[in-house]
């Protein structure tokens, strides 16, 4: 198991130097941190030969190329520009040297959830073709909401069966809010997890946060200061041999993007040593 930085993390909070995000701001960290993979979330208006180089002069692997896709429609003609996202996407985790994509597979609330996994995984399986062919990995993640077409193991497995090629970025906070154990999902996906995320979530007032699949309602927290049981997570994912990247998620304000990665990283490499 390694970590990878998550320039996500970085660009909600508007991470930018002289007007454009500092990619090489980021890497920095990394290389303090002893973090070797960085997760690229779209190209935040990069050239994609920039990003390939910027990683490479600081030694950081590209290990994940993660966009959103226009998938959620009924007919394959209203998923047409959605599937050729995905090829755009291919075309740009090939030209960073990343080896695999995720899809963001986000739900819609006048969709019923698993109206809008049936309508996801047909067009998954129009766009495998393309990762394929091109030699990626094609991946989705755990989402959360009550609205999510993937949260639960059942849920994506039901899509891994469908979709030849398809595998797994494990998110082990948005599982959480699906009402099953992050650990215990884990091992029942583990086969096919090729990728991860961790992240945290405190649990709000009805009022506030963001509902999740079993009713309760969450609002993002820093790792380790939440409720995801990371330590029974890293267990059952040694126990697998797991030897992906896990990427530091973070959707808070309270910390700086930097200061909120680099704690995240000092707790998750104590937990792994403590293995």
Known sequence: MKLAIMSYTFSRQGWKKNGRFDLEGMCRLANELKITGADI?????????EIKRVLADYGIAPACYTFGVA??????AERIAGVDSVKAGVDIAVEIGAPLIMAITGG?????????RRQYIRGLQESAAFARQAGIVMTIE????????????????EA????????LTYDNGNVLLGGEDPAVSF???????????????VLVEPDKG???????????????????????CLAAMKQADYKGYID????????????????????????????
């Open 160 to 167: 891994i069966r469908e979709v030849p090629g398809l595998k």
């Open 210 to 232: 963001r509902e999740g699949l079993d009713g309760r309602r969450y609002e993002s927290a820093l790792i380790g200061e939440g409720i995801v049981p990371h330590r029974a």
């Open 187 to 201: 091992k029942r996906c583990a086969a096919h997890v090729v990728h991860a995320h961790f992240k945290d979530w």
């Open 108 to 116: 819609e609330p006048e969709i019923p959830r698993d109206v809008s």
């Open 71 to 76: 998938l959620n429609f009924a007919t394959t």
């Open 41 to 49: 979330v779209t190209t935040h208006g990069l050239p994609p030969s």
């Open 248 to 275: 530091i998620e973070y959707e808070n304000n309270k910390y700086p993007p930097d200061e909120a990665t680099r704690q995240a990283a000092h707790y998750l490499h104590d937990l792994m040593r403590a293995l």
């Open 142 to 157: 755990n989402f959360p909401g009550a609205d999510s077409p993937f949260v639960v193991s059942s849920d994506v497995l």
